[in-house]
Structure formats: C-alpha cells, structure tokens
C-alpha cells in the first residue's frame, strides 16, 4: 500500500504541490489526472525519493520511506516521463546496468532481459545503439528496465510518450495483469480517456491541490457525468476553458 500525507513542495513560497493526500492500494492502478502544470510530476519525483518535499510523508506499507529509502527503491520501478538513458549504450547492456545496480545475478539479467526486448519487440536492436532508437523505442527500454527486479510497487509517469498504438494497446494490457498480480500501480497521465480506460481509481489535481479522489465509477455516479473529461470540465469551472479557446481561434484570425 502507497500512502501520501500531506506532501507539499514549494517554491520561492508557492505550493506546486500543496497537501496532497491520497491511498494508492495494491491490485489495482490508481490514475494520478490533471492538466500540465498541475503538479504530477513533482509529486512522482518526491514518492520516489527523488525530490525532498518541504511536508507531509510517503508511507509504504505503513512505513516513511526516508526510514529506509534504499530498501524502498529496491521495491519500486519506474518508468520517468523522459527517457533519461545512455545513447551510447545499447538496449541490451542498459538492461544489464540496471540488473548490476540492483545486484541481481547476472544469468538472470541477461536471460530476463533478452525475453523482455523480445516480448517488447526490441530483440533485433538489442546490440544497437539507443541513440539509434526511436522515441518509441526508447519508451519500451524504459519500461522493460522498470520490470526487471519484480517491483511491488510501480508509477509509471506519462508512459504512453511517444509509443505506437500496439505497443500503447500491449501497455494497457500489462498494467491489468499487473494489478491481478497484486502489484500497487501509479498511472500518471494528463490525457482522461486513456486514464478512464486502465484506471479503476482516480486522483484528480488540479493547481497543485487534490480536487477528486474516488473510483472512476463513483465519480461518474456521484457527479451524474459520463466521462472524466466532463468531470474535469466541472472541477476546473471556474475557468472559461470554451472561451479560452475562442480566443485563441480569434487570435489566428488576426489581420
């Protein structure tokens, strides 16, 4: 169980991220929703030890991850919203990086990782270079990385950057057998069909503040709205998103 207590970052005064709380139970992926600027991805940066928040606590399993912060790491994959890796590498020895830091035996990271490039159709280009790579491809050596030690805990932060429809398809897949497996999955997205489709929970922020947090279902039987997007619509409005789009339309037209 991922647990969030009033996390708060601030900076130069002002809360980006301003008492979030929130649960994020383990079988099932949690959807953390809002437009950009909203302050997802300082949230992901701080529930993985990357960022220290000014307040509030991450618990897992009932324990503040700055306890044992390693420890927490090893339980954890993550797959960030940009693919930080070595272009000199190829895909198959940024797997064995990954393995060694992790200190898995070196049979199974070579044998786990050529499965998972060749599941995630990359086989042929594991001896080539990622700078060779595609965005796409990119994205899928980022996720097989985040699999290979059998994390418990996942957050995967806009992980559809730049992938193909099968391999988005293959991704909502994944996610639900996941789950079934009993892993604890954050899905951060700002894009609400895709989040409504693999997402049975949804935390929804907006200016750096939690403004929904319910079960997708409940959302839509409680605010008697069929889409996220229209439930969205309503959270946020108070601002004239319609009008803003006029405007912009208005601005094009300009002589």
């Given at each position: 169980?991922?647990?969030?207590r009033?996390?708060?970052?601030?900076?130069?005064?002002?809360?980006?991220?301003?008492?979030?709380?929130?649960?994020?139970?383990?079988g099932?992926?949690?959807?953390?929703?809002?437009?950009?600027?909203?302050?997802?991805?300082?949230?992901?940066?701080?529930?993985?030890?990357l960022?220290?928040?000014?307040?509030?606590?991450?618990?897992?399993?009932?324990r503040?991850?700055?306890?044992?912060?390693?420890?927490?790491?090893?339980r954890?994959?993550?797959?960030?919203?940009?693919?930080?890796?070595?272009?000199?590498l190829?895909?198959?020895?940024?797997l064995?990086?990954?393995?060694?830091?992790?200190?898995?035996?070196?049979?199974?990271?070579?044998?786990?990782?050529?499965e998972?490039?060749?599941?995630?159709?990359?086989?042929?280009?594991?001896?080539?270079?990622?700078?060779?790579?595609?965005?796409?491809?990119?994205?899928?050596?980022?996720?097989?990385?985040?699999?290979?030690?059998?994390?418990d805990?996942?957050i995967?932060?806009?992980?559809?950057?730049?992938?193909?429809?099968?391999?988005?398809?293959?991704?909502?897949?994944?996610?639900?057998?996941?789950?079934?497996?009993?892993?604890?999955?954050?899905?951060?997205?700002?894009?609400?069909?895709?989040?409504?489709?693999?997402?049975?929970?949804?935390?929804?922020?907006?200016?750096?503040?939690?403004?929904?947090?319910?079960?997708?279902?409940?959302?839509r039987?409680?605010?008697?709205?069929?889409?996220?997007?229209?439930?969205f619509?309503?959270?946020?409005?108070?601002?004239?998103?319609?009008?803003?789009?006029?405007?912009?339309?208005?601005?094009?037209?300009?002589?």
């Amino acid at each position: 169980m991922l647990e969030v207590r009033g996390l708060t970052k601030k900076y130069r005064n002002r809360a980006v991220v301003d008492h979030v709380t929130f649960t994020a139970p383990p079988g099932a992926v949690t959807g953390y929703l809002g437009p950009n600027g909203s302050g997802k991805s300082t949230t992901v940066k701080m529930l993985a030890g990357l960022l220290q928040p000014n307040f509030g606590q991450v618990l897992w399993n009932g324990r503040d991850i700055r306890e044992d912060l390693i420890g927490f790491k090893r339980r954890l994959g993550y797959v960030p919203e940009e693919a930080y890796v070595y272009p000199h590498l190829t895909g198959l020895e940024h797997l064995e990086l990954i393995g060694r830091l992790r200190q898995l035996p070196e049979r199974l990271v070579e044998r786990k990782a050529n499965e998972l490039l060749s599941i995630l159709w990359l086989h042929d280009y594991r001896h080539s270079p990622i700078s060779s790579y595609s965005k796409g491809m990119k994205q899928r050596v980022l996720i097989a990385g985040a699999l290979l030690h059998d994390p418990d805990l996942l957050i995967f932060d806009e992980p559809l950057n730049g992938l193909d429809i099968s391999s988005a398809l293959l991704l909502h897949e994944l996610l639900a057998e996941l789950a079934r497996q009993g892993k604890t999955i954050l899905y951060i997205s700002h894009v609400l069909e895709v989040t409504e489709k693999v997402c049975s929970r949804v935390v929804i922020l907006y200016q750096g503040k939690v403004v929904a947090n319910d079960d997708v279902s409940r959302l839509r039987e409680l605010m008697q709205l069929p889409s996220l997007e229209q439930i969205f619509r309503q959270l946020a409005q108070h601002e004239d998103i319609a009008g803003a789009a006029r405007g912009i339309v208005a601005v094009m037209q300009e002589a």
